[in-house]
């Protein structure tokens, strides 16, 4: 009697030890949301002009390319892997596009063809980088990165010399139209969440993601073929990059390399700060919209109160560090690399 | 009555590096059975479940299911056999709903155009989960909302799904350990769902250390020991008395666990636990330990033994009580501050958690005890190599020489290369944790003279031994622990050592 006794001790411990646990998880979960709106109240207080249309605008139209390539890596991030190929490969978009849209360097004059070319081509360069992280067993990171300095190269040599200045009149349209007041980039860029939450939430594929990242060995014993869903997350991140990439082009008007310089790292930032676990299985892309609003209003508002650029990057990092700090549990013994 | 038989198990054996996990086991299972399977820690159970599964292939001797032969190479194969098991480890995925998790893999069938059904989806979910007679769960919310009892109704619920025969004849499930961490109520509800199951005329295969659970639930019982089937009993014949004389292992010489060379354990105090407690996993554990004593912890898994360990090297945070070394309290929130307070531990995992196996014996050796062979604040490889060629010829390690990776020494080699750094290091206290795993016979016997060795040396020592006969030749003391507390503590000198079966009896 005494034993059973102590069982029961034991196991109502135990479940109270979970309980604890999940409710814990479940703050932590939220966390993102609460920083957003602490922030947007502080800045809304401290900042001149941050709470206005105007400046609304702003940040809509600053959140556009980061959310896109954000929503690449979110799937990436989910099983465990990263996309480091952004910068090389989104400028390579970027040079490519300007090369074949109406120009000021060649002839060319494809309009949306040479748009959908490069996508394609870019889209097919994530496979590649997939095929070679599954079938070489290659570090994702280790992969991603070297194609991201071929393809900058790549696109150096594409323009020989000076870039090319895109005269095609579509690209000014995109980058100054708006649409009931929210630029057509932002649209674009709202479009892709969409796909990407209805992949995550309505296919199968979704399904795996959250699965390959929280346990993998459970997905093989399942009998799915996990390194061709692998390939196709990496397809997917190059296919955000690539249009990316596009979208810097639009805005820059000009076909240069630098337009996939200091993207990517934000646009990791946002899916980390927005919850989205980096050993995978926990997170997904409503976190990375929310981490993506979170890294452009401490841009923005750092810009509003007149920080200099200097002590603006030292004070992201210090708040993307806190925010991360909030919102990853520290609980679990793990090894963190 | 004959009853139609399902699963037939013919010879098998499982032969790893080093030891015999099973050997020539031949059991059957029938229509609408409930088979208890019962043996202590490393009696081959799991080995056995493992082959069943396809998680291991078999060395010799072969199965049959519905009169066919059975060989599975996977999980997958042996659910189409109608063959599931739920595994102690829970495996389903927290962040996916419960009927994501429920239909796993087979999302085609809710697809249309490639998108998935969530809607059908969940209704279906439900209905499974009625066969279990679980309800009140929302089969569109994530797992990790839910406790862990109803997690693993959600598995066993899905085990049962996943492993319906597509001509529909009858399953087999295998549960390994379920009760575990169940509350007594919940263990009733699980019983019940198991009656139901059978009664259908699927099959269950329940291992479980609780002997009053499988004497209440199981038709038959089959009793191992040492990788054997020593036993079969039908319900009526068993009782807890019978099981535990038959599960109790082989006793060994006093010569083979060098009991001439026991030390009487000294008055003086070295560690002193006070009331120790891991929430959810230990209360109250507090003993005392003295220069030259070797405490032997036994319990079967669950019973909070390792969690004792872990606290104890620093490696979790007790929840509650104290430990004080020398008198003083001392709090290590990591292991190298255990260390620093003067307690070492050899951990379980020798591949995993002891060895830097592609460093060299002399490397391994050191790692523990810089200090020692520094020079002007370097490491003095010099002294370093001196400090290994000594323990290697004291040691009678097995290797062309101390430059020698320690991933291509055998099991007992390696554990010595593990021992050397415990000697080499000062520390009064050592954590031996399963010290002898995967290690052969000869072997063995150098480590326990190794053990008598550091107890001369007024060490105390904690063991976890491999099997509770070594637990029993090696201390001089034995803490039996049961459901997290501490149930018995037996004096162990060397001339009146306690009976295996006294010492099961406050395990189970």
Redesign the interface.
Known sequence: MN??N??????????????RI?RK?RLINTMPLIILFVLVFIMSVVAEGFFSLYNFQTILSQLSIMLVMSMGLTFVILIGSIDLSGEGLGGFAGAVTSLLVLNGKNTNNFGIWGILFVIVAVTLIGILSGVIHVKGKMPSFMVTYSISSIMAGFAVLSYKGQPAMIKYPFFTQLSQGTFIGIPILTWISIIVFCIAY?LQ????FG?YL??IG??EN??R????NIDLVKVKVFAWSAFCIGLAGVMGAVRIGRGVVDIGVGIVFPAITAVVVGGTSLSG??GGVVNSLIGALIVTIINNGLILLGVSTYIQAAVQGIIIIAAVALSVEHDR?GICK | MQKENILTINGLTKQYPGTLALSDVSININKGEIIGLVGENGAGKSTLLKLIMGLEQPTKGDMQIYGKKYNPK???EANKNGIGMVFQEQ?L????SVS?NIF??R??SY?KF???N?NKMNKDAEEVLSQVNVSGIKTSKKV??Y???TRQMIEIAKVFYVSQREDEKNSIILLDEPTS????D?VKLLFKNIKKFVAKGDSVIFVSHRLDEVLEISDRIYVFKDGQNVCELNKENANENILYEKMVGKTASGEYYKLNRQVTPSKKELMKIEKLGL?????DISFSLHEGEVIGICGVIGS?KEELCEVICG??IPTSGTIKIHGEEKVSKEPYQSLRNGILSIPKERREEAIIPDNTISENISMSNYSKIKLNGFISKKKEDEQAQTFMEELNIKAPSIFQKVSNLSGGNAQKVVFARILASDAPILLLNHPTRGVDIGAKEEIYSLIRDLSEQNKGIIVIGDTLDESIGLSSKILVM????L?HEFDAPSDNKPEQLDIVKYMM
Request: no cysteine; net charge negative; aromatic share 10%.
């Open positions: 034993t059973q102590g069982k029961s001790q034991i196991a109502l411990e135990f479940s109270q030890e979970m309980e999940n998880t209805i939430t309505r296919t199968k399904t959250f699965a929280d346990n459970i997905v014993n399942t009998g799915i299985g926990k013994k | 996977t999980p997958l495996s995925i927290q962040n996916l994501e796993f893999g999302e085609d697809s490639g998108f998935v969530k990790f909302n406790d862990f009892a961490v169940l509350s007594e919940e929430k959810g996993y230990f209360n909070g490696d979790k049961k459901d997290g507390t149930t």
